[in-house]
């Protein structure tokens, strides 16, 4: 499967318990911060949960 980065753009301070759960799951942890996972269902579910937090950079 492709490998996509997924980058934290904005601050989890003020987000829902639920959001600040999804970032630490995805392994962003800090404000510019960059993961690397596999494009799968899971991930991409996670990631359209805190989209207006993080953007995909290829």
Do not use: C, F, W
């Amino acid at each position: 499967m492709a490998i996509i980065k997924i980058k934290q753009t904005k601050s989890r301070i003020g987000a829902p318990k639920n959001l600040k759960r999804t970032l630490d799951a995805l392994g962003l942890h800090k404000l510019g911060h960059i993961v690397e996972h596999e494009d799968n269902a899971s991930i991409l579910g996670m990631v359209d949960k805190v989209k207006h937090l993080v953007t995909i950079v290829e």
